[in-house]
């Protein structure tokens, strides 16, 4: 017999949103290796453990490879295999009967976090199918940070600047880096070599806390006013850019009146902070810069969330640290190619339909509020009919979508797609997320998974996802900057399909066919054609990237006009105070109303505070459970405890224990951690993909996930942007027996 072809495949991993350079070792049609790809320009080598055990993570025997169309009761287990276009086809079919009775708006869509880059065809299939009710996490992931620096400041991201040298201090605000992104605390960690101070925010002693000069061991949830109360130093020491403030923002006198009340005293009490820490910080940020901040992710600030990264955002402005070396520094999307948010087709969805979007009624960024963003930043890049994605911004609202299911109110929604998204165990309140999927409103709910996940078990059809691996990768951030390309290690195996597959097939079934050419890859060579590029050569080349770094230059000058270009916001200039959150009903100024489900618990009887699970470095939100190279060192869910806490209980090390909210109560097993702040719980999100599948333990995610304890109450929820709290949830603990 003849050996199988060795080759190595250079592309990109899609485990986590870091994107690492990978060089996959194929054997036949057999991915058998995996490395770091020392010349990407960015990662440069760098693999973790989650990419490590990549290859293992492929072969896992729980992957699914042949549609599973469910028999019997929803949850109850019972499959029977059915050939991939049988499925697709009998989809199509009920889909287009509860299009044609109930309108299109009756289909929803939940996408979940990234996992290579075809997702934007379901954001495509939805628009031209004429559903607005795509359902995203961003509500909880970059979301709001997105949302507000494109009302803030017209596009984003506004990236620390860590190359230049320039930057006298740097503040890792909410981020936990050396899990969450390595090569992003390797960068931070050289300018802090370079000269640069360090400033963590963070409740928690991360390594990044250890390694810093200033560590404010923030009370959770309190940002907002630890941001206004830095602005409110920075007014008053007279540290502000004034030149640069009346050039380039407005709303400056209305945000100098708002913080005023924000004085260093009232935010070390609001904050659990020293003051004189608050004033050192401010000096280091403010006085000595040029400075840069590091934005996390994390927000989940309830009624909070949206002012906390915009009070961010006006720190960042009235100090002049924008487009200044050692600042943060914008990108805008890329003018020599077309974007994800082009292929997403919005202007094909009628604003007839957009008006029907759930949740878009209450939370007005996903609706008036993302066209009028996209209307302004239209001028600076009018190639782009929508510069913005949508997968940010104009979304449905997770918690009122589950709401609308059970209800039928304000109309029914009868099917439900899921792809690259476990919605059980991500979302807020698991149990009422798990309600909508087996509710008998739900008349067709499809799964497209590489696992049997909570999720998946619910579902009518399950769909076999190809995973990066078997597919070919092309990158176009929406925020300018790089472009990178990668080959297909391997085809996908048995009936796997990738996710682009999944919405073609179904989309040429239901008229779009014109829409659909048949490969991604044939997709993303019409992308790339203004710059005469395809992806075949893009992916084969030895630099498998371009950059485009011309981006966002709001002080350049305009040649047409004359003018500077200024910024993509309707006034053009960074709105300290937001015309669109005016427009749309919403207090243009950032504040602070330190809102959380807190205030519904009973306070002397939940003592604790909840924190739901920062990233961790071997796992991928609820992924990674069936890794048994991983599972072996990460067995069990862990709520992490500071020992005094524990021991106050009787708690050790170890030990099972229920972990109980207003909402509810879950399992898991304490880890005492001096890094945590006491009277803290930290737990993460869970299941066990080795137990039993039916609907009432759903692989233990009831008895054990964390989100089972967080309220999704609409009403808790961020006014414009519709986040529910994450932070200041009240619990208690106590030991428990160990689950059977
Ligand atoms: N309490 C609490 N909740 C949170 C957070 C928190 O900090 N606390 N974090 C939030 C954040 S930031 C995020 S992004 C969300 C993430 O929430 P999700 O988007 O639900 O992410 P995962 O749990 O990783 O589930 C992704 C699923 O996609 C599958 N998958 C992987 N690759 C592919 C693929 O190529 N195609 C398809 N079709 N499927 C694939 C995996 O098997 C996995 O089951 O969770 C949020 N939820
Ligand atoms: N290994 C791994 N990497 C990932 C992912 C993954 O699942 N696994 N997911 C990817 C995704 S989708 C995302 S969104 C990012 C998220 O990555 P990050 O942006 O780094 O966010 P988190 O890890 O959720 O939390 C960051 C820090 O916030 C702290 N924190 C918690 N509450 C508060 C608070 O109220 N105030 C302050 N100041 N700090 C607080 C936590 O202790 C933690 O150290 O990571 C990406 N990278
Ligand atoms: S999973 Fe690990 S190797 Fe893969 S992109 Fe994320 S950080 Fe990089
Ligand atoms: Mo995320």
Redesign the pocket.
Known sequence: MEAAAREEVRTIC?HCSTRCGVVVTVEGNVPVAIRGDRDHPVTQGFICPRGRAAIEYFHNRRRLDHPLKRMGDRGEGHWVRVPWDEAVDEIADRLKRIAEESGPEALAYFF??Y??TDQGAGLRFMNLFGSPNYVG?AF??AGPKTGAEWVTLGFGPASPDLASGEARCIIVWAQHPSASNVPLWTRILKAKAAGAKLVVIDPVQTPEARAADLWLKIRPGTDTALALGLIHIAITEGWTDQAFIAKWTVGYDALAERVADYTPERVAQLTGLAEADIRTCAAWYADDGPAAISIG??N?MGRDTFSCERAKLCLIAVTGNINRPGGNILAGPTRRVMTKADLEMNDRLSDVQKDKRIGGDAFLMHTRGYEAINAAARRLWPQHHYPLTTSRGGIAHPPSMFRAIVDREPYPVRAAIV?????V????NSRLARDALVSPNLELSVV????M?PTAALADFVMP????IE?SFMYVSGEGGMFFAGRRPVRPHAERH??YEFFRDLGQRLGQGAFWPDTLEQLWDMMLAPAGLTHGALASAGQNWVNDAAGYAPFATDPATGEPFGFGTPSGKIELSSSILAACGADPLPSYQGYAPADRGAGGELPLTLM???TKIDM????HRQVETIRRKHYDPLARIHPDTASAYGIADGDWIWIESPMGRIRQRAQLSPDMPEKTVDAE?WWFPERDGRVDTLFGTMETN??VL?DDNPDLCDRSYGTWP?RLIRCRIEKADAPA
């Open positions: 899609s979940g976090t996992h290579g996490n909880i992931c992710v994390i989940g792809q690259h998204n476990n919605l165990g991500s979302y807020a497209h998974e590489l696992f996940t996802a190809a995973s990066w597919k990738s996710d739901t699970g920062a991928t939100h609820t992924d999100r964390v989100n967080v994450l």
